[in-house]
């Protein structure tokens, strides 16, 4: 299923999760912070969520991607709070009698959270102001100002 967690991630914890022995297949996806985008030095990430919101419609695409794929189980864990270089900010895992399966129930997933979860990111660079990236109120005046409630769907 779907959570979020104020904690590092550690993906064979999530793979160990799993008990039976049908899967031929396990797909690991780790999205880590890395040190640069869109050309600045990133020195850390912030992520916020909606936590209520973001764990409901997780395992929503979790249960999806069961149904539309041949897959056995799948988890998924995203970050929020501070994180630094390297920390894991999502992880999935998915098990499958069979790869292909796998891999695109995978891939389903991750593009499904990335686009329908409401958690923010905020990168922090070396060299400029923090910038929340990646959202969609981003380029609106409520949040030119850098706070947070641009952020929030109640």
């Given at each position: 299923?779907?959570?979020?967690?104020?904690?590092?991630?550690?993906?064979?914890?999530?793979?160990?999760?799993?008990?039976?022995?049908?899967?031929?297949?396990?797909?690991?996806?780790?999205?880590?912070?890395?040190?640069?985008?869109l050309g600045k030095s990133v020195v850390g990430?912030?992520?916020?969520?909606?936590?209520?919101?973001?764990?409901?419609?997780?395992?929503?695409?979790?249960?999806?991607?069961?149904?539309?794929?041949?897959?056995?189980?799948?988890v998924a864990v995203h970050r929020y709070g501070?994180?630094?270089?390297?920390?894991?900010?999502?992880?999935?895992?998915?098990?499958?009698?069979?790869?292909?399966?796998?891999?695109?129930?995978?891939?389903?997933?991750?593009?499904?959270?990335?686009?329908?979860?409401?958690?923010?990111?905020?990168?922090?660079?070396?060299?400029?102001?923090?910038q929340w990236v990646d959202c969609p109120g981003?380029?609106?005046?409520?949040?030119?100002?850098?706070?947070?409630?641009?952020?929030?769907?109640?």
């Open positions: 299923m779907f959570a979020l967690t104020d904690q590092e991630i550690h993906a064979s914890a999530l793979s160990a999760g799993f008990a039976g022995n049908s899967a031929g297949a396990v797909v690991t996806f780790e999205g880590r912070v890395r040190d640069h985008n990430l912030e992520y916020e969520a909606y936590s209520e919101l973001a764990i409901s419609e997780g395992n929503s695409i979790i249960l999806e991607a069961k149904s539309k794929f041949a897959i056995i189980e799948a501070q994180l630094g270089l390297k920390d894991i900010a999502v992880c999935i895992v998915v098990f499958s009698a069979h790869r292909d399966a796998a891999f695109l129930a995978c891939r389903y997933i991750i593009d499904e959270i990335k686009t329908r979860l409401p958690i923010w990111k905020r990168e922090h660079y070396a060299s400029a102001d923090a981003c380029k609106s005046a409520r949040h030119a100002g850098g706070t947070s409630e641009a952020h929030r769907w109640l």
